[in-house]
């Protein structure tokens, strides 16, 4: 079945505990991003990645980092999470990133909540 | 940046009634998508329209598409309880890279009380 998973799905951390949200797609996607979903702001895009080795940043990268070794992987590290990094996290992936005209699909993942104490 | 603006942010209507969600935008766009959110779910791509389009359906979906107003409508027809979810419209934009980057808006909170 083609999907994007991510991991955990929930997650309770203290301030300043290394993290890793995993999230891995097997579509064979070129483009990969992560959201963060807060109330009464929708979501905002963290850092997207256009193929391996290849990332920029979104919205609000700050506190976040992001790596791409593989296609199919793109996790989500927080190195030292702070108390407004408590979210609701989604990872989604598209054939490729969009050019002009293109029209591109994005498939979610079923999100990781997050709650940093 | 936000790009795409949902209204209502919030819409309760009986079963059988329509509903409609209305998004508008800031910067012209190549196309406009509705994506759908059960609650705590990921979201789900219900519809696209491009930006030379005026008018699109799929099954009980109907949007429209207004550039000169920079806004987009979205039309369920016969809701029923499933309906119930939030939705979101979509808009791309050009991040600099060449590439074009999806914004989503706020969402509309979508209730159909049965």
């Known amino acids: 079945e083609a999907q994007v998973t991510q991991n955990p799905r929930y997650l309770i951390t203290v301030t300043g505990k290394k993290l890793t949200v995993t999230c891995s797609q097997n579509?064979?996607?070129?483009?990969m991003s992560w959201y963060r979903q807060d109330p009464g702001l929708g979501l905002r895009q963290i850092y997207y990645?256009?193929?391996?080795?290849?990332?920029d940043k979104g919205d609000v990268p700050e506190g976040y980092k992001v790596s791409r070794k593989e296609k199919r992987n793109f996790p989500l590290i927080l190195e030292s999470p702070s108390p407004n990094q408590t979210s609701l996290y989604f990872c989604?992936?598209?054939?490729?990133?969009?050019?002009?005209?293109?029209?591109?699909?994005?498939?979610f993942g079923p999100g990781t909540r997050l709650t940093v104490l | 940046s936000q790009q795409g603006e949902e209204d209502p942010q919030a819409l309760s209507i009986q079963e059988g009634e329509n509903a409609t969600m209305n998004c508008s935008y800031k910067?012209?766009?190549?196309?406009l998508q509705w994506y759908r959110q059960n609650s705590g779910r990921g979201l789900v791509h219900l519809i696209l329209?491009?930006?030379?389009?005026r008018e699109k359906h799929s099954g009980r979906l109907r949007v429209t598409l207004d550039t000169s107003k920079k806004s987009s409508s979205l039309l369920i027809t016969a809701s029923r309880a499933a309906d119930t979810a939030s939705y979101f419209c979509?808009?791309?934009?050009?991040?600099?890279?060449?590439?074009?980057?999806?914004?989503f808006g706020k969402g509309t909170k979508l209730s159909v009380i049965p």
């Open positions: 989604a992936s598209s054939i490729r990133a969009a050019i002009r005209g293109e029209y591109n699909e994005q498939f």
């Open positions: 579509m064979n996607h070129e483009y």
């Open positions: 990645s256009m193929n391996v080795e290849v990332t």
């Open positions: 910067t012209s766009i190549n196309n």
């Open positions: 329209i491009r930006s030379n389009e």
């Open positions: 979509a808009t791309d934009g050009n991040s600099g890279a060449g590439s074009y980057q999806l914004t």
